[in-house]
Each structure stands twice: as structure tokens, then as C-alpha cells.
């Protein structure tokens, strides 16, 4: 297994100078995080993991080892996770409306990267995603799919139950530019095939909810 996945990792870094072909990493970074400290006092994504790194830097990290290019998105208020994720090489985007739900977020992302070849979607919140089960999912995508429709969305599979990230190739453009309200983009996965990928990673299926979760 390690040798293919090793190989989808490099045909996408290798494609990051063919402009509109590459599969680019977009993160999401600009929710509150109420679910973990409900007074606002301590934000989750700036909680350190047992290894010291904040939680976003980790789930950060772990895109820019797979895709060739990561757009972060984060809240106009949010100075602190916007430096830190500049200086890991993301390209930052400052969503005005990021507080009107996650698919908000995402449109705006994708409006910045609306010439990339794909989309991988990643939650910054969830840092123990492997680099290589994201490379695959941009793989995926990024290797015909997009243009014959019959794989444009990857999903990663572990011990039966799907996680994230998601990919998406150029087929679902305009549908991410007109995403509206919370749920993200699972409108969109609920009505187009989508190209389940079985993955020895637990990490796709690991979210940072709660302070617990920390450990």
C-alpha cells in the first residue's frame, strides 16, 4: 500500500506549476469552537496536542504535506490562528462572513481558489489525519476524475465509517460557490456519486470536540 500512495503524493506535488490542474488543500479554520469551552475563553484549534503543536498547526501541517497549495480560512477577528497558519505557508483567507456557518467558509475558500483543479477539504480541527490518506484523496480527483464526473468526490473510509477530508474535483465548482448555511457540503455528497477510498487511518474519523478529546 505504501508504494502507490507514495506515488499519488508525488504526481500531485509534482503538478503544482500547471496552472487550473492542481488538486489544492482548503482549511477550514474560522468556526468557534463553542462545543469546547462554551465561555469562549480557551479556542480549541490553539489548544496544544500532547506532542505541544496548537491543534490547527497539526492539521495544517498534515495538508501542506500532501497538496501543493493550502488556502486557510479563518474568522476576520482571529489574528492569532491567521499568523500562525501564514507562517506555515498557508494563504490565508479572511472570511467577513464566516459566522453565518461552515459552507459559508467553504464557498469562500473556493472562491479564492476557483482555478484550482480540485479541492480537498479538510477540518482544522481534526489534526490526526495522515498526509497520505489526503494525498490519495486529492489522487483521486485529480487523475481524470474531474472530467469524466465518475469520481469527482473522494471520501476516506475507515473500518466501515466515512470520514473527512473530502475531495472534490471541478465538476461541483458551482456547487461549493453556492453552499449556504452549516452543514458544510454534505448536500453535495448526498447527491452525486462519491468515490469511497478505505484507509488504515483512524485519524479521518478523530475530531477535537471537547477538551478530552485532547488527549
Avoid at 498547526?57 to 497549495?69: G, H, I, W
Avoid at 486529492?138 to 466501515?160: D, L, M, N, R, Y
Wanted: overall charge negative.
Amino acid at each position: 500500500m505504501a508504494a502507490p500512495t507514495a506515488a499519488i503524493a508525488s504526481a500531485v506535488v509534482a503538478d503544482a506549476g500547471a496552472v487550473g490542474s492542481a488538486v489544492v488543500g482548503v482549511l477550514l479554520a474560522a468556526g468557534r469552537g463553542s462545543r469546547f469551552d462554551p465561555t469562549g475563553e480557551r479556542y480549541k484549534l490553539l489548544q496544544a496536542l500532547p506532542n505541544g503543536d496548537p491543534v490547527v498547526v497539526a492539521s495544517a501541517r498534515a495538508l501542506l504535506a500532501a497538496v501543493p497549495r493550502v488556502f486557510a480560512v479563518v474568522r476576520p477577528e482571529d489574528a492569532a490562528t491567521a499568523g500562525l497558519l501564514r507562517g506555515l505557508g498557508c494563504e490565508v483567507v479572511v472570511c467577513a462572513n464566516a459566522g453565518d456557518g461552515m459552507a459559508a467558509s467553504l464557498a469562500c475558500a473556493v472562491q479564492h481558489a476557483r482555478d484550482a483543479g480540485g479541492w480537498l477539504i479538510a477540518l482544522a480541527d481534526m489534526p490526526y489525519v495522515q498526509p497520505a490518506t489526503m494525498a490519495a484523496l486529492a489522487g483521486a480527483v485529480g487523475q481524470g476524475g474531474s472530467a469524466s464526473g465518475t469520481a469527482a468526490i473522494a471520501a476516506p473510509v475507515h473500518e466501515g465509517r466515512r470520514g473527512n477530508p473530502v475531495a472534490f474535483g471541478r465538476t461541483h465548482l458551482q456547487a461549493l460557490l453556492a453552499l449556504a448555511g452549516d452543514q458544510g457540503a454534505r448536500s453535495i455528497l448526498k447527491n452525486n456519486p462519491v468515490n469511497e477510498l478505505t484507509v488504515n487511518d483512524p485519524g479521518i474519523l478523530q475530531d477535537i470536540d471537547t477538551p478530552s478529546d485532547i488527549q
